[in-house]
């Protein structure tokens, strides 16, 4: 019979190699395995990236012999069922003669949910799932939006005082948060595919949008909203369009920004990427459409007052970051999110679902998907 503390206790330690691929495996999930005999972990395995094997495999290949009877996989995720580029893990799990499957998350695809555990079962094999799978789910964010939403998952982060402002009236805001909150962004950073911030961020912070872990330096496609152009007329170009990574910056504009700015873009090498505009604001379908066929399935938005209170109002993203500092700024003419609407009741306020937290020395975050 299975022991849910040690079933918990060897779970951790398969989601703590799952994350040793954080943000490298889009656009497949996460995931990290553990094989257990007599009580002792004897392999580990995690999925590396996108082409290469999954975590089962891995594990089953570093094991180098037959599993020993009674042996126990345990897995983040549902083993797939289907044959893709690296075969069905289901084969190999009931090939091998591992005794017991014990599962995280359930494959949130609609189409393989639950599958690959009635195969296991079977073929005689023991199955337990649902072990941490709200941690292995959370994992995996960007793959479950895709799979479930067949849109990019479009992420807001916005770091706050406790009376909601982002920075000083002044403009100020360096820093709202401590350090231990600014490393956690680095970390999300990593997460994702994509990073977008407003050209007022670009023109006021020079910002490089890049994710800095240590001596490790990795830089995500970088995206500026810039309607008009605005971050183009400046003599010096921002760091992001001449920097060592710029070509992996692209401008969003609209058709009506200036020819001689969009010209400036052409000749420095600086991609544009056009889109509508409807009700004065660039058209975020349209973004996500682009998004999808240059497959970057998920958009971390660093955003400040003006785009926070654009995407908010016209919910365009699905998900938000919220970093709080224990600071109190006082001040009315100090930056916050804008008026948004007319709420009269707490019933039509916004909401967070699937709510995750995390202190981060003084600071607080608060993350989960954006609910109407």
Same mark, same amino acid.
């Given at each position: ?42 392999? /580990? ?89 709200? /941690? ?142 409807? /009700? ?66 707490? /019933? ?25």
């Amino acid at each position: 019979m299975s022991d849910p503390l040690k079933d918990e206790r060897f779970m951790r330690r398969a989601l703590e190699l799952a994350q040793r691929a954080w943000g490298q495996t889009h656009p497949n999930p996460m995931v990290g395995a553990v094989i257990v005999e007599d009580g002792e972990i004897v392999a /580990e395995g995690w999925h590396h990236a996108a082409g290469q094997a999954h975590a089962e495999i891995e594990a089953i290949r570093a094991l180098g012999r037959k599993p020993a009877g009674g042996a126990t996989i345990y897995v983040t995720l549902e083993p797939c069922s289907t044959c893709g580029r690296t075969g069905a893990c289901t084969d190999a799990i009931v090939a091998a003669g591992f005794a017991a499957v014990v599962v995280g998350a359930q494959d949130p695809n609609p189409a393989h949910a639950g599958r690959g555990l009635a195969i296991l079962r079977e073929a005689g094999i023991t199955v337990t799932s649902g072990v941490l799978a709200q /941690e292995c789910a959370d994992l995996n964010l960007i793959f479950n939006h895709w799979i479930t939403q067949n849109t990019p998952l479009l992420a807001a982060k916005m770091a706050l005082t406790l009376d909601g402002k982002f920075a000083a009236a002044s403009g100020h805001s360096r820093w709202v948060t401590g350090e231990l909150a600014r490393a956690d962004v680095m970390r999300w950073r990593r997460y994702f595919p994509a990073i977008a911030v407003g050209a007022n961020t670009v023109l006021h912070d020079n910002p490089s949008l890049t994710s800095r872990i240590g001596e490790q330096v990795w830089c995500p496609q970088r995206f500026v909203f810039d309607r008009s152009l605005k971050t183009l007329a400046l003599e010096s170009l921002p760091k992001l369009y001449s920097d060592a990574h710029a070509a992996r910056t692209v401008v969003l504009c609209a058709e009506s920004a200036p020819q001689e700015l969009q010209r400036r873009a052409a000749n420095a090498g600086i991609p544009l990427w056009v889109l509508p505009v409807v /009700e004065g604001h660039l058209d975020w379908q349209a973004f996500r459409a682009r998004c999808i066929e240059a497959e970057i399935y998920g958009v971390y938005v660093e955003v400040g007052p003006t785009l926070a209170t654009r995407v908010l109002e016209a919910e365009l993203v699905d998900y938000l970051f919220v970093y709080q500092a224990p600071k109190l700024i006082s001040d009315a003419a100090s930056v916050g999110i804008g008026s948004l609407r007319n709420t009269q009741t707490m /019933e039509q306020v916004w909401t967070l679902s699937d709510l995750r937290r995390a202190n981060l020395g003084n600071d607080h975050l608060i993350r989960g998907f954006l609910t109407t």
